[in-house]
């Protein structure tokens, strides 16, 4: 079967006793055994039988089997949120005075969970840049637990050479750990490229527009005794597994992946390409010819380059102008909602980070985050031009 099918036709285990097409929204906290043994085994993890829907409910077990049945992983975990998923993975394979190289170039509470949360309990973050690979080479050694990156990081728009990342970290017995909420699993195969551990926010692409909030940890199965660390360990000491509800959105949103984010990246292509030509502004999305990271998108992601660009306009001013402006696209955080979506990151994700960390992080005052939406891409264009127009002329 190939993936459009297998996510919507992968079976759920037990037959329904009503023949339910879609998996019933199981919620519920706990299970009822027969007898003392079946409770037992299914609390000492003899059987696969649920307990207790802190670490197990069938609608995320679905959830987690089609992903599976994706990406061909050893084990998927479903979490609450993409941070919850984030965290799960640190605690699983770092410890104190084990270290984490990464790069400035990371979602914000990413950032902060390892520059500020795991520096408390002695985790030592290294951050280099992930696109030289001298730096990588001289941050890595056998005290390094992984190396973790962005596929396309956030706002930055960087992609640094996976495969080469992965010997440099396998050299040194760590795991590569990759965030790929900017491309959805179904579109680029990382762990063809080494990486070991595979995160995502599911909030994003996979909710079917901003239904629920989500992660998934994805488990290539190369990384002795991690599935069992998360499971066992952080699952059930940590908390943080997956709701019935969100799972079953998210199902319903994994059914329609393939053709939404089609849509979307076209959407995002169109709208790139009608922005560059405007003057007194920059572009960037790695889908466009010219974008230094196009080459490397086309090999490692198969030509897909998802549906965030930002732009460079002129000043920070402009920037607020810009925003201000917006008649049809919506004023908010989070990506790959079915509406397009305009934030300003240095006054607002990033605006209580000290300002010299934010200009280190290469988070521009004069820089707007898109994420391109379902919307006919005309209307999107219309919107975007006029706004850009009362920013960059100064014309309100
Ligand atoms: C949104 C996001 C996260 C965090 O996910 P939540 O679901 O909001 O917790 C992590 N990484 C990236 C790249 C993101 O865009």
């Given at each position: 079967m190939k993936k459009t099918t297998k996510a919507i036709h992968t079976p759920y285990p037990s037959p329904d006793a009503y023949g339910a097409l879609a998996m019933p929204v199981y919620n519920c906290c706990a299970y009822e055994f027969k007898n003392h043994e079946e409770m037992a085994d299914s609390f000492c993890a003899r059987s696969n039988a649920p307990d207790y829907s802190r670490v197990t409910n069938p609608t995320v077990i679905h959830f987690e089997n089609i992903v599976r049945n994706l990406t061909g992983a050893r084990d998927v975990i479903a979490f609450n949120s993409g941070m919850a998923a984030i965290s799960a993975i640190f605690m699983a394979i770092t410890a104190a005075g084990k270290r984490v190289v990464t790069s400035r170039h990371l979602f914000g509470n990413t950032f902060l969970l390892l520059t500020r949360t795991l520096k408390r309990f002695g985790v030592e973050t290294e951050l280099v840049d992930l696109t030289d690979l001298d730096a990588v080479r001289r941050a890595v050694n056998d005290n390094t637990a992984c190396i973790y990156l962005e596929t396309i990081t956030n706002p930055q728009m960087e992609v640094a050479d996976i495969a080469a990342l992965a010997d440099i970290a396998h050299a040194h017995g760590a795991a590569l750990v990759a965030d790929t909420t900017m491309i959805p699993f179904t579109f680029a195969d990382v762990k063809r490229l080494g990486v070991d551990i595979e995160v995502l926010s599911s909030t994003k692409y996979l909710s079917g527009g901003a239904t629920s909030l989500g992660g998934l940890v994805i488990d290539y199965g190369t990384v002795p005794g991690f599935d069992e660390a998360v499971r066992r360990d952080v699952l059930m000491n940590f908390g943080g597994y997956m709701t019935p509800n969100p799972a079953y959105l998210q199902t319903l949103g994994l059914e329609t992946l393939q053709v939404r984010y089609e849509a979307q990246q076209a959407n995002a292509m169109e709208v790139a390409l009608a922005l560059s030509e405007i003057e007194g502004i920059e572009v960037c999305y790695p889908g466009l010819p010219d974008n230094p990271y196009h080459e490397l998108c086309n090999i490692q992601f198969d030509g897909n380059y998802s549906a965030m660009l930002t732009l460079l306009l002129p000043s920070e001013e402009a920037c607020y102008r810009f925003i201000d402006s917006?008649?049809?696209?919506?004023r908010a955080t989070n990506l790959f909602d079915n509406r397009t979506l305009a934030i300003h990151?240095?006054?607002?994700?990033?605006?209580?980070?000290?300002v010299e960390t934010r200009l280190a992080m290469d988070v521009s005052p004069r820089l707007i985050r898109l994420s391109i939406g379902l919307e006919d891409p005309e209307d999107i264009i219309a919107d975007l031009s006029q706004a850009i127009n009362k920013a960059v002329n100064n014309n309100s």
């Amino acid at each position: 079967m190939k993936k459009t099918t297998k996510a919507i036709h992968t079976p759920y285990p037990s037959p329904d006793a009503y023949g339910a097409l879609a998996m019933p929204v199981y919620n519920c906290c706990a299970y009822e055994f027969k007898n003392h043994e079946e409770m037992a085994d299914s609390f000492c993890a003899r059987s696969n039988a649920p307990d207790y829907s802190r670490v197990t409910n069938p609608t995320v077990i679905h959830f987690e089997n089609i992903v599976r049945n994706l990406t061909g992983a050893r084990d998927v975990i479903a979490f609450n949120s993409g941070m919850a998923a984030i965290s799960a993975i640190f605690m699983a394979i770092t410890a104190a005075g084990k270290r984490v190289v990464t790069s400035r170039h990371l979602f914000g509470n990413t950032f902060l969970l390892l520059t500020r949360t795991l520096k408390r309990f002695g985790v030592e973050t290294e951050l280099v840049d992930l696109t030289d690979l001298d730096a990588v080479r001289r941050a890595v050694n056998d005290n390094t637990a992984c190396i973790y990156l962005e596929t396309i990081t956030n706002p930055q728009m960087e992609v640094a050479d996976i495969a080469a990342l992965a010997d440099i970290a396998h050299a040194h017995g760590a795991a590569l750990v990759a965030d790929t909420t900017m491309i959805p699993f179904t579109f680029a195969d990382v762990k063809r490229l080494g990486v070991d551990i595979e995160v995502l926010s599911s909030t994003k692409y996979l909710s079917g527009g901003a239904t629920s909030l989500g992660g998934l940890v994805i488990d290539y199965g190369t990384v002795p005794g991690f599935d069992e660390a998360v499971r066992r360990d952080v699952l059930m000491n940590f908390g943080g597994y997956m709701t019935p509800n969100p799972a079953y959105l998210q199902t319903l949103g994994l059914e329609t992946l393939q053709v939404r984010y089609e849509a979307q990246q076209a959407n995002a292509m169109e709208v790139a390409l009608a922005l560059s030509e405007i003057e007194g502004i920059e572009v960037c999305y790695p889908g466009l010819p010219d974008n230094p990271y196009h080459e490397l998108c086309n090999i490692q992601f198969d030509g897909n380059y998802s549906a965030m660009l930002t732009l460079l306009l002129p000043s920070e001013e402009a920037c607020y102008r810009f925003i201000d402006s917006l008649q049809l696209v919506k004023r908010a955080t989070n990506l790959f909602d079915n509406r397009t979506l305009a934030i300003h990151p240095y006054s607002t994700i990033y605006g209580t980070i000290p300002v010299e960390t934010r200009l280190a992080m290469d988070v521009s005052p004069r820089l707007i985050r898109l994420s391109i939406g379902l919307e006919d891409p005309e209307d999107i264009i219309a919107d975007l031009s006029q706004a850009i127009n009362k920013a960059v002329n100064n014309n309100s």
